[in-house]
């Protein structure tokens, strides 16, 4: 079972920036992809950005430009990146690792990112 722990989310002003942090409990980027979702109240959880099997990242069109997933080997800990914030940012957003083989998907408890003025 790997266990995935966010943080960094909070309030921040429409403009601003957060960065968020998973920390997983092993070195497992080497079998899992990580990504990022986030879900706004009365929605369906989406996606944000996530690594591919080929070392790319994906990002959601709403957040090309804005946001930038990234990953630091030596800590286990992927990082989400969150500038020029909008309102419409305003999610619970997760972690998510998925096993390169059998697809088995992870969650972080997930951290609340509000953008409000």
């Known amino acids: 079972q790997v266990q995935l722990v966010e943080s960094g989310g909070g309030l921040v002003q429409p403009g601003g920036s957060l960065r968020l942090s998973c920390a997983t409990s092993?070195?497992?980027?080497?079998?899992?992809?990580m990504g990022w979702y986030r879900q706004a109240p009365g929605k369906q959880r989406e996606l944000v950005a996530v690594?591919?099997?080929?070392?790319?990242?994906n990002y959601a069109d709403s957040v090309k430009g804005r946001f930038t997933i990234s990953r630091d080997n030596a800590k286990n800990t992927v990082y989400l990146q969150m500038n020029r914030l909008k309102p419409e940012d305003t999610a619970v957003y997760y972690c998510?690792?998925?096993?390169?083989?059998?697809?088995?998907?992870?969650w972080g408890q997930g951290t609340q990112v509000t953008v409000s003025s």
């Open positions: 092993q070195s497992i980027f080497d079998i899992y992809l």
């Open positions: 690594f591919t099997s080929g070392g790319s990242t």
């Open positions: 998510n690792a998925r096993h390169l083989i059998t697809q088995l998907i992870n």
